[in-house]
């Protein structure tokens, strides 16, 4: 498979600013993709055609004018449809809100159009980041552009799959128990939960109000870096949001990835993929592959031992089908037919929790964050899996997957921990692998430094999927 010719963002951003690049032209092949591929791949609830074709117009003449703003300015992106965008409908992908309309952007919303991205639209994404992958909804899931009949991951599914086939350069997630990583893996980009308050919350549908992370999702390590800098930042009208210096979360991304690792000390949490939940070969192979590769870089890996993923998935689906109920709960009550059913079943689960589960998983994740710091004490940075394997058929997603086994993303939504899944190749159908990074509490510099060394010295970024011809 060729090269693409989809510049990512930083790439785009350069081309702006030397004016080789227009706004205009970069939107409009945009626009086109998603012309040609959107009918299969359902990635856009709604899509917000000509206001981008102004915002880009706009973008070029401010740019010829002054300049641009930053590396987003006259970049298109979109947004899951759990951000609120005033003017614009902001449905969570469900038919509760099929028609209501926002009188506000939420917080990222904003600092992203101050940045001078141009958005395309809304994304598609489970019901409510919840309920999905779901066929009895007002608009059909999304699917996986590197084989359609395949999964996307959740529940940020809409913006895996637009990044992936360049239909947009980057876009936003939410990530509750794994839903920023979970489609970037599957779906063959970069994606990050920043630490728990790094980004503002403010204007997005809640999940659990005690796990919810908003975060960037790219083509590559460098553009979630470069989405993460507008994003992130102290907002007061987000009561979990952490008053924390924001640091240049590029400045580390060393030319060519070269003394990005040098000297970390990185934990490999091997009886997360090898026994609490087995990964396929090809997954294993693609994390030995990076612990091997951060070896010859300079850095020290060893294993390193945390509570059992059973343990983390318990305690991270309690609270949040607990939280979750909570909020939905009248609706349930008065209407619960307008729900999908994957959500009204799922949501009920949780209204089956009392007061004495609740504070039990609370408790329960106090003891599992300790005693992740204890063992991480003198290690930088863990390395694990995302998934077990490739991305299963769509249609034989099961709706309790989340119950029958553990997932790799919920430990840091319990610790609040920054995380990145990256591309570790592809597996023998073709479909794309990833590993995890995770990283220490607001320490998302090295993370992104780490994950950008080893996307760089590997091929995976040249390669899109076969749909895009």
């Known amino acids: 498979m060729s090269a693409s010719p989809i510049p990512t963002i930083a790439e785009a ?3 702006i600013a030397a004016r080789r690049l227009s706004p205009v032209e970069l939107t409009e092949a945009c626009l086109g993709r998603i012309e040609r591929l959107d009918g299969t791949l359902h990635a856009f609830i709604r899509l917000e055609a000509e206001a981008a074709r102004a915002a880009a117009r706009a973008a070029e003449a401010r740019i010829a004018r002054d300049g641009p703003r930053g590396p987003l300015d006259g970049i298109p992106i979109a947004h899951k449809d759990i951000y609120c965008t005033a003017g614009i409908a902001t449905t969570g992908h469900s038919r509760l809100l099929q028609d209501w309309v926002p009188r506000e952007d939420a917080t990222t919303v904003r600092l992203l159009a101050k940045a001078g991205a141009v958005v395309l639209g809304k994304l598609a994404t489970h019901e409510f980041a919840l309920g999905g992958p779901s066929f009895d909804l007002p608009w059909p899931p999304a699917r996986n552009p590197w084989n359609p009949e395949h999964f996307t991951g959740g529940s940020s599914s809409g913006t895996g799959a637009a990044v992936a086939a360049g239909l947009v350069l980057g876009g936003t997630g939410s990530d509750t128990a794994g839903s920023i990583r979970l ?3 599957l779906c063959g980009i970069a994606g990050l939960k920043p630490t728990y308050g790094r980004c503002s919350r403010a204007g997005v549908l809640p999940l659990s109000q005690s796990l919810d992370h908003t975060g960037p999702m790219a083509w590559t390590v460098e553009d979630c870096a470069i989405l993460l800098q507008a ?3 102290h907002d007061p009208a987000d009561p979990a949001s952490a008053d924390r210096p924001v640091p240049d979360f590029r400045a580390g991304l060393g030319q060519g990835g070269k003394g990005g690792v040098k000297g970390l000390r990185i934990g490999l949490v091997r009886h997360f993929h090898e026994r609490d939940h087995p990964v396929n070969a090809a997954t294993l192979a693609g994390i030995e592959g990076a612990a091997e ?4 870089e300079g850095a020290e890996v060893r294993e390193v031992t945390l509570p059992g993923l059973d343990a983390f998935n318990a305690c991270a689906w309690a609270i949040m089908l607990a939280e979750a109920f909570s909020i939905h709960e009248v609706a349930m009550r008065r ?3 307008r729900f999908g059913a994957i959500l009204r079943d799922r949501l009920a689960l949780g209204g089956l929790l009392g007061a004495a589960d609740y504070l039990a998983a609370q408790k329960a994740r106090r003891r599992l964050v300790a005693a992740t710091e204890a063992a991480t004490a003198d290690v930088d940075l863990l390395l694990t899996a995302v998934q077990p394997g490739e991305a299963a058929r769509i249609d034989a997603v099961s709706p309790w997957a989340f119950l029958e086994r ?4 919920t430990p840091c939504n319990v610790t609040g921990w920054p995380a990145l899944s990256v591309c570790t190749g592809f597996g023998a159908g ?17 993370l992104l430094r780490a994950g950008h060394a080893y996307e760089v010295a590997h091929g995976w970024r040249a390669r899109r999927p076969p749909l895009l011809g």
């Open 183 to 185: 489609p970037a893996s």
């Open 406 to 409: 553990p997932s790799f993303t």
């Open 13 to 15: 951003a350069a081309a």
């Open 430 to 446: 073709g479909l794309p692998l990833a590993m995890q990074l995770i990283g220490k509490p607001f320490a998302e510099a090295g």
């Open 293 to 296: 590769f951060f070896r010859r």
């Open 231 to 233: 994003m992130a930042g």
């Open 335 to 337: 209407e619960p037919d």
